[in-house]
């Protein structure tokens, strides 16, 4: 899912995002609701009348963006306070607040409101958070009244293999249409992440998505489909383009680098997106050196193009029976031969 | 015709350009030549290749760009010696020298090296350079090499009628395929500039395209085809875009003012772009505080299509034989009833 924080993904038209195949938008509540308020989302009927892009969308909880605050927030039974990033202007957003807000905004998936724990984080801290968590989890379905918006759970646990469990049993109990697995890529080692991913897609029901908030790079699609995740969202294709890189199956390349103003060749030979149907390396680099607008706006269309292309290979693959050597091929080209110990235990050992 | 001053229309892809009816685009000689450099355009088969915008573009002979820069240059016969706005480096920019580097850059219109004189300038200087921009004219023509590209001359002489006069007669002497008005749009007031305008305009060929460098804003269009002139480029429509504001024919709109911030309509009712068919005043003016890429890509979208639209109207009211009558109308409710006395001369008693 691209992601579009304050209601557009950013630099990208609804037509392009049409055009390369996205699915789902992201929408960020936290943002929204201080700005511009999501009375204005509403009035507009929603996020597809505001943002003017016609297929679903999903919206987070808001939880993620306070946690990320820091300092700045206080979290108690009843929701959590903090600070507007934007005025200073004190502001709660409880499980009840969360979901009327997602209401107003009016996305096709919604997300129970949850605290993600910090990385490091006490297995005690871990736990009570938790059970909080899943006290919220039953408030925000209590305070649902649209019939039309699927609201997922979201699993937490840290990387605590007995809290995952608790979190996941208690949580699937609830029967919500769909399951997030969250409190990942906060800070820890892959080396950590991938148990804890492994252990909860395992868990949850194969009927239903399973979503990995926040995830990922290339490398982390692929190694977590392999463990069973369907659902990503990551600024990580649209931020990285405005910096100047591009993703390919050779790996992240550096459009600032001197190499590539004099090169004549596409981005990617095998992306079939605007930039790369259009333009040279060259081009770029140089719409990049000039801080002209085009060059953040291609690199991030060609970013998520990839990134589409991506899962859509995984998918045929899937559909072939094929997945793992079709990963682990993948994986040979874009680590240059040099696999990473936990992308091949999450391809080999656990590939479903 | 949109600028693309460093080979590219400011956050507008070549797709928008065909969308919206450009017919030309404008690429500067003076920045291209310093960074990427001509000869890495010329590899890309020229302007069409390393932009991908597949339709007609003119380049300017570089002569503005370097007298804009003052204090940092010298104008001598042989050309002006500068230093570059980007390493401080010195360049020397000659009739041949911009004749050379447009070949490489292979629009299909290029321009005649000269030197725009500032506003206000003695009549003595004005003469002195309009007779030299006379000899680099023919340094320009000697230097051309390819048959292909459509070299035009340019007029000059300031608001002086008897040089501009000079100017004209021995301009149009060289039988250019095309002539532009230059030297306006510096500075000098409107009471100076139409009446020079109107005068070199008259004293153009009819067969000839004619083409107001630098110009302008719609009121510009408006008085300009009035008096004769049919081709125009400025940074106007996509810089006002950045900034904000969007144009119609009620006027600017400012988009940063808080009353946009809840208007539920299109920027303008009247237009068929993509961002009038798909977004709220609302929407882009949130986009705007939010700081979002797709603001001024919509605002400088919308803008080009409403001049693009402006002069599609100003033809078929000529073609109907009605331009006088249309461009009163257009500018009553443009000026909100106030017409300037400039523009009610260029239309009523100039009118072709």
Same mark, same amino acid.
């Given at each position: 899912?691209?992601?579009?924080?304050?209601?557009?993904?950013?630099?990208?038209?609804?037509?392009?995002?049409?055009?390369?195949?996205?699915?789902?938008?992201?929408?960020?509540?936290?943002?929204?609701? %201080?700005?511009?308020?999501?009375?204005?989302?509403?009035?507009?009927?929603?996020?597809?009348?505001?943002?003017?892009?016609?297929?679903?969308?999903?919206?987070?909880?808001?939880?993620?963006?306070?946690?990320?605050?820091?300092?700045?927030?206080?979290?108690?039974?009843?929701?959590?306070?903090?600070?507007?990033?934007?005025?200073?202007?004190?502001?709660?957003?409880?499980?009840?607040?969360?979901?009327?807000?997602?209401?107003?905004?009016? @996305?096709?998936?919604?997300?129970?409101?949850?605290?993600?724990?910090?990385?490091?984080?006490?297995?005690?801290?871990?736990?009570?958070?938790?059970?909080?968590?899943?006290?919220?989890?039953?408030?925000?379905?209590?305070?649902?009244?649209?019939?039309?918006?699927?609201?997922? @759970?979201?699993?937490?646990?840290?990387?605590?293999?007995?809290?995952?469990?608790?979190?996941?049993?208690?949580?699937?109990?609830?029967?919500?249409?769909?399951?997030?697995?969250?409190?990942?890529?906060?800070?820890?080692?892959?080396?950590?992440?991938?148990?804890?991913?492994?252990?909860?897609?395992?868990?949850?029901?194969?009927?239903?998505?399973?979503?990995?908030?926040?995830?990922?790079?290339?490398?982390?699609?692929?190694?977590?489909?392999?463990?069973?995740?369907?659902?990503?969202?990551?600024?990580?294709?649209?931020?990285?383009?405005?910096?100047?890189?591009?993703?390919?199956?050779?790996?992240?390349?550096?459009?600032?680098?001197?190499?590539?103003?004099?090169?004549? %060749?596409?981005?990617?030979?095998?992306?079939?997106?605007?930039?790369?149907?259009?333009?040279?390396?060259?081009? %770029?680099?140089?719409?990049?050196?000039?801080?002209?607008?085009?060059?953040?706006?291609?690199?991030?269309?060609?970013?998520?193009?990839?990134?589409?292309?991506?899962?859509?290979?995984?998918?045929?693959?899937?559909?072939?029976?094929?997945?793992?050597?079709?990963?682990?091929?993948?994986?040979?080209?874009?680590?240059?031969?040099?696999?990473?110990?936990?992308?091949?235990?999450?391809?080999?050992?656990?590939?479903?």
């Amino acid at each position: 899912m691209p992601v579009g924080t304050q209601g557009t993904v950013k630099g990208i038209s609804p037509q392009e995002l049409t055009d390369i195949g996205s699915q789902v938008v992201l929408a960020n509540t936290y943002h929204l609701m %201080l700005r511009p308020g999501e009375e204005l989302v509403r009035a507009h009927g929603g996020l597809p009348g505001f943002t003017a892009y016609p297929g679903p969308f999903l919206t987070d909880s808001g939880g993620f963006q306070v946690m990320s605050l820091g300092h700045m927030r206080q979290i108690d039974e009843r929701g959590v306070t903090f600070r507007s990033h934007l005025d200073g202007s004190v502001v709660e957003l409880t499980p009840e607040r969360s979901v009327a807000v997602q209401e107003a905004l009016g @996305a096709d998936v919604i997300m129970a409101f949850d605290e993600c724990p910090p990385y490091p984080a006490t297995h005690d801290y871990v736990k009570r958070s938790l059970e909080r968590t899943l006290r919220w989890l039953g408030r925000s379905l209590e305070a649902q009244t649209r019939a039309d918006q699927a609201l997922f @759970a979201i699993v937490q646990g840290g990387v605590y293999s007995d809290l995952r469990e608790v979190s996941l049993r208690e949580t699937v109990a609830f029967g919500t249409p769909g399951f997030a697995i969250g409190g990942m890529a906060v800070g820890e080692p892959k080396e950590e992440m991938y148990p804890a991913v492994a252990q909860t897609a395992e868990g949850l029901p194969e009927n239903k998505p399973r979503y990995l908030m926040g995830v990922g790079h290339p490398e982390d699609l692929v190694a977590s489909i392999a463990l069973g995740v369907d659902m990503f969202d990551c600024v990580y294709p649209t931020r990285t383009g405005r910096f100047g890189y591009a993703l390919t199956d050779d790996g992240r390349i550096n459009l600032n680098n001197a190499a590539s103003r004099s090169q004549l %060749l596409p981005l990617d030979s095998d992306c079939d997106c605007y930039a790369c149907r259009h333009y040279t390396r060259a081009y %770029l680099a140089h719409l990049i050196r000039a801080e002209e607008m085009l060059a953040p706006r291609m690199l991030s269309l060609h970013n998520l193009r990839y990134l589409h292309r991506l899962v859509e290979r995984a998918r045929e693959a899937i559909v072939q029976g094929d997945y793992q050597a079709w990963a682990l091929a993948w994986g040979e080209r874009y680590f240059k031969g040099k696999l990473p110990g936990w992308f091949s235990e999450a391809v080999v050992l656990k590939v479903r």
